[in-house]
């Protein structure tokens, strides 16, 4: 078998599981079965496959058929330019949360404060304070979740990347294990925000791969933004912000119940669909 005929039928093994984007999906894992840069695989149609090749390719392919995410299979997603590990253990970080990631290490870029303090609350693999390490030199950041698996690959993604000794992470549902004399200079979170009754609806890769805990909201979605707005005052510097990502349609709840906490909503941002996506708010 050829590469460009194992292309045509695992693309069609896929259209008939359901997956989006057959031909993609289908390239991209046989180019990781070759260990070779997909586009390579157009200068190597006629190339035939080995044995062993068609043996790994049609087990990576069984797998995502599964509907199993590609990134789980390929053990990696690319995060504001940042290779990190995923797996099941933490959320597969997504392409809007980059943007949450921009708009902290643009703010702390245009602090006079050289060596800024950052939490992410509910940090997964760790991208966010990765990549705002990465891009904020002076920055440190305290990384927390309250999941051990979670925090093990995010440390180890922090190493991966050279920025682990500017990263604390720290094992705490929420603030509750942060000593209460600390302040930052900025608090960022995508929290878990799927109303419970939701996440049935989820597509496959979401509902049976991403852990519940990353995904799980309470009955209406915004239990962990209650809790931010109670909470994340109090470890913030004087009138320095609380970035957030929410889901669709959350917008006005959140505005609302941040105004009445005594939070200055400053902004609502949009994410790559023209969705109202993030609020940054502040503490006056
Ligand atoms: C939506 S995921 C976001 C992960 C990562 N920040 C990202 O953007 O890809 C939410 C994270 O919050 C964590 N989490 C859930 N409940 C928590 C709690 N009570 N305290 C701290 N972290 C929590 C989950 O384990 C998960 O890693």
């Known amino acids: 078998m050829t590469v460009l005929e194992a292309i045509r039928k695992t693309t069609e093994f896929f259209e008939r599981k359901g997956l989006d984007s057959p031909r993609l999906q289908s390239e991209l894992l046989l180019a990781h079965a070759l260990s070779l840069p997909r586009m390579k695989l157009y200068l190597n149609f006629e190339r035939a496959l080995t044995s062993a090749e068609q043996d790994k390719f049609r087990e990576l392919s069984r797998r995502r058929g599964t509907r199993e995410p590609l990134q789980h299979i390929v053990g990696t997603v690319s995060f504001c330019g940042l290779e990190l590990a995923c797996s099941k253990a933490a959320l597969i970080p997504r392409p809007e949360t980059e943007l949450l990631a921009q708009m902290a290490w643009e703010h702390l870029q245009a602090l006079p404060e050289p060596a800024p303090n950052v939490l992410d609350i509910g940090t ?66 995508n929290p878990p925000y799927i109303a419970a009754s939701e996440i049935k609806t989820l597509q496959p890769e979401v509902r049976d ?76």
Not at 134 to 145: F, I
Not at 221 to 244: D, H, I, K, T
């Open 124 to 189: 997964g693999t760790g991208c966010l304070p990765i990549a705002i390490a990465h891009r904020c030199l002076g920055a440190k950041c305290t990384a927390v979740d309250v999941s051990t698996d979670a925090l093990r690959l995010a440390r180890s993604n922090a190493e991966y990347c050279g920025v682990a000794e500017r990263i604390q992470f720290i094992e705490s549902d929420g603030f509750s294990a942060l000593e209460p004399g600390l302040r930052f200079d900025l608090i960022v979170s």
């Open 209 to 284: 791969f991403d852990p519940l805990l990353a995904l799980d909201g309470g009955p209406d979605g915004l239990v962990f933004y209650r809790r931010l707005a109670a909470e994340a005052g109090e470890f913030l510097n004087p009138n320095a912000p609380l970035m957030m990502e929410f889901g669709d349609g959350q917008a006005p709840a959140l505005r609302e119940m941040f105004s009445r906490q005594n939070w200055v909503v400053e902004a609502v941002r949009q994410d790559y669909s023209q969705r109202d996506r993030f609020l940054i708010a502040r503490r006056p």
